[in-house]
């Protein structure tokens, strides 16, 4: 271990968040690997070990002969402090090595809110900033994950984004790199090159003109780049990598447990719902392959808590099934089965019901919105009566702990809507009273309420957020309205979903004030501790653009959005249909019932929904 | 179903495991060999693990003892051979047995201290520090579990000591109580620095080297 490294790490909280040689870390002989990968994740180790994209490609890469992918993570400002301080870079935690010195760095982005830290890893890392500050080819820098469907706010930063599932590009891209670097290609060539590859998306290849009032005019590629660059997904889930094999952290992180996916891409169609679009369309594992995954997954882990994931896992249409075939070795082996989300409907529960042997931990139920109407206009197709009925069985079953999750400040939304959340709680006080089965257990209801963020890629995307005077109105209507004893109103804050409303749907502009907020301290903006909004609006002010002109600004039809070059394939119309539907307080029919042609099919040839 | 008792070595990067994760990874390494083990009764049943003497956050050890029960009895050769294979870089079985002593009988520890001087180590450092650690009583101030700032004499609890000078290092060999009370041997090095200041090494090292019972013999 380097000497600096073990002088600082007695000073910081958690050291063994820093050392790696954990369970399954993949050791590679550097005389066998002529592609070395530098897996970024710019949040914690505890929240990026967490992260099960990161362990699937962490597992493609390493699959491949001649590669070693490494991992990365934010360190804790504690830590920082040290590293600064001694002049330690950052470094991988598999060999120890300089970040700085790899051939790729890869950042694994999920969020917006990340952005910062990842400026700040490329700065420890004595890595130059901005891609046109690196004349060279390697350390070539490439970004992926969700957030990544509108990369502009860090278009000048990275040299390429990966849009869409990585399985199948980042292999591509990797083997582009290899001839590359054995021709000796310039950086200008490679990229060039590397725009061909389907889902690359190369920020410098495209020149974009503003109009007088700050919008968009125009993108125009340059040098043979695509005019629209289509996401990658996989289209057969029994043949992608899930590995069961994979890294047992020695330290506590935050999901501590098998993580079993179970399918991709969601039926509902939540009108609010980044994640439901761009993950279209639906692909499910088969039922089989999950169970054998999961029983691997645990022999070979020693865990004893096991996630069913997904975006909606009740619409797997094999559950009851696939929860038989993993029951017998669960329950023998003491494994936990758990569901991450829950639909308020009679199948959830019931299946709940089955898994929570003995343990009664808390039920979260995510209604969205207080009036039937609200839920309609955001096709949330959830109804108060599948709601009551749920928190019956709930509360008839022994749960006392409920949680439920909304948001204020969604299109269309009225002091009605917001005063129905009320009602909503106040009514489940009421359930409570009549069905407990044991009343001197307390009801403990928590009403969490945060602030909508409109995102690209749904049907939201040219919403204004409300105002933040707005949003702190209605946050104190509703919070006058709670009356009853029992329940726990929790509110977001607002800085942070406002920063994340600005950052959200950015364009290119936006990078300037993202390098100035890191140089003023922005960091993990993700943490409220670390979290400054006055540092963002002073940003803005010295690079002269007003933040309220993206988060809180309603744009047109024919706007040019800054994202407009990038497709998950759902087309502008579909989801242009979708919010005038909203309007109209109309839902849409989950993909199952009947496919409402969005333009997801593509990635299954045509056909979408099938099982 | 037998008690065994497990001799382990916690060195390079997993001497940064806390204690407590360090008995989760424990738990998962019989997992995931399949080792069933005697779990306690009652509502939250968890296995039956016992550390003899937790180890501080950045020390090492070669002589850290685990005390378990399994429900089938194990040969122990062959179950160090299995653990070796689940266990995260730098927890090293060493060997497995059934014990015959309790561990109240583990009074004492052998271990090695080193004081490091970025700058090469003064002369006349060890005989320095050699006196101090002899005088009749050593009193450093030392916060206690409640966060208080306490006295503390250490002298009682440190049965020998050898000071050598290395290349850029003193090295302390001594044998400290183990429990009731235990001295950690990083107060050694705490003690230099309250009493010696100009002597304030630049960073210290702790390594457990053996774990002896009362008479100085080998503890197993």
């Known amino acids: ?611 | 179903m037998g008690k065994l008792r497990l001799l382990f070595a916690k060195e390079g990067r997993a001497v940064y495991i806390s204690h407590l994760d360090l008995m989760r990874t424990l738990q998962r390494v019989f997992l995931r060999e399949g080792v069933a083990l005697r779990h306690s009764q009652g509502f939250h049943p968890h296995p039956v693990l016992s550390i003899a003497l937790p180890l501080s956050v950045g020390q090492s050890s070669r002589c850290e003892i685990l005390d378990f029960e399994t429900l089938e009895d194990l040969e122990g050769e062959e179950l160090v051979r299995r653990l070796n294979r689940s266990l995260p870089e730098g927890l090293l079985a060493r060997s497995c047995y059934v014990p015959v002593w309790p561990v109240r009988e583990l009074e004492k520890l052998q271990c090695r201290v080193e004081l490091l001087y970025d700058a090469g180590v003064r002369a006349g450092a060890a005989e320095a520090v050699k006196d101090l650690l002899s005088r009749e009583s050593v009193v450093i101030r030392k916060r206690t579990k409640r966060k208080a700032m306490a006295e503390l004499d250490i002298r009682p609890l440190l049965h020998s000591l050898e000071v050598r000078e290395e290349l850029g290092a003193l090295a302390l060999e001594a044998v400290v109580s183990a429990q009731n009370p235990g001295l950690n041997p990083a107060l050694l090095a705490a003690a230099v620095e309250a009493h010696l200041p100009d002597l304030a090494p630049d960073f210290v090292r702790v390594r457990r080297l053996e774990a002896l019972d009362k008479r100085g013999e080998t503890f197993r």
């Open chain 1, 1 to 611: 271990m380097d000497k600096r490294l073990e002088r600082i790490l007695p000073r910081v909280q958690k050291p063994a968040r820093y050392v790696g040689g954990e369970y399954n870390e993949v050791q590679k002989d550097k005389r066998d690997v002529d592609v070395r990968f530098a897996f970024c994740f710019p949040d914690t180790y505890e929240i990026g070990m967490s992260n099960l994209g990161f362990r699937i490609l962490y597992a493609v890469m390493n699959d491949l002969p001649g590669v070693w992918c490494e991992r990365a993570f934010a360190p804790w400002t504690d830590m920082e402090a040290q590293m600064r301080a001694a002049g330690v870079p950052l470094y991988a935690l598999e060999s120890g090595d300089p970040v700085g010195g790899f051939d790729i760095i890869g950042f694994s982005v999920g969020y917006e809110m990340a952005y910062t830290a990842m400026l700040n890893m490329l700065e420890l890392s004595g890595v130059p900033l901005r891609s046109a500050q690196r004349p060279s080819l390697a350390p070539l820098v490439v970004a992926g994950g969700t957030a990544m469907y509108n990369p502009e706010p860090v278009a000048d930063f990275i040299d390429l984004a990966l849009i869409g599932e990585g399985e199948e590009q980042l292999p591509e891209l990797i083997a582009l790199y290899r001839r590359a670097k054995g021709e000796g290609w310039d950086k200008p060539r490679f990229l060039r090159a590397a725009a061909g590859i389907g889902g690359v998306y190369v920020p410098s290849l495209y020149e974009i003109s503003y109009n007088l009032d700050g919008t968009v005019s125009a993108i125009t590629p340059q040098e043979g780049a695509p005019e629209r660059v289509y996401k990658r997904a996989v289209s057969d889930m029994d043949r992608s990598r899930f590995p069961t094999k994979t890294i047992v952290p020695s330290t506590e992180i935050v999901h501590d447990r098998v993580t079993l996916e179970l399918f991709r891409g969601c039926i509902r169609g939540c009108r609010f719902c980044q994640a439901g679009y761009v993950y279209r369309p639906v692909r499910c594992r088969s039922r089989e392959l999950l169970a054998r995954y999961g029983q691997e997954a645990i022999e070979d882990s020693g865990y004893q808590e096991m996630t069913l994931s997904s975006l909606s896992t009740s619409d797997y249409p094999e559950l009851a099934g696939l929860c038989d075939d993993l029951a017998a070795f669960c329950g023998k082996n003491h494994v936990n089965l758990s569901l991450p989300s829950l639909r308020a409907d009679s199948f959830s529960m019931e299946l709940m019901e089955r898994l929570q042997r003995g343990r009664k931990a808390g039920l979260t139920f995510a209604p969205e919105a207080g009036t039937q109407r609200l839920r309609d206009a955001i096709n949330k197709n959830v109804t108060e009566e599948d709601l009551t009925a749920s928190l019956r069985t709930a509360f008839a079953g022994g749960w006392s702990a409920v949680k439920l999750y909304f948001m204020l400040g969604l299109p269309t939304e009225t002091d009605e809507d917001v005063l129905g959340i009320a009602e909503m709680a106040n009514r489940a006080v009421h359930t409570w009273r009549e069905y407990a089965s044991n009343k001197n257990r307390p009801l403990r209801l928590t009403v969490s309420t945060s602030w909508f963020v409109p995102k690209p890629f749904t049907a939201f995307q040219w919403e204004a957020q409300i105002p933040r005077e707005e949003y702190e109105r209605r946050v104190k209507l509703l919070r006058e309205a709670i009356t009853a004893k029992a329940v726990t109103y929790n509110w977001h804050d607002g800085e942070t979903s406002f920063l994340e409303a600005v950052l959200a749907r950015g364009d290119r502009r936006l990078c300037a004030v993202l390098e100035e907020a890191h140089r003023r301290g922005a960091r993990l903006d993700a943490w409220s501790d670390c979290f400054d909004l006055n540092r963002w609006l002073e940003a803005f002010s010295a690079c002269g653009l007003d933040p309220a002109f993206y988060a809180n600004r309603e744009r047109s039809r024919d706007e040019v959005l800054p994202w407009s070059t990038i497709s998950c394939y759902v087309s502008e119309d579909f989801l242009w249909r979708q919010r005038e539907l909203a309007y109209a307080s109309v839902t849409t029919p989950d993909c199952r019932t009947r496919c409402s042609g969005c333009g997801a099919n593509v990635v299954e040839g045509g056909e979408c929904y099938h099982g």
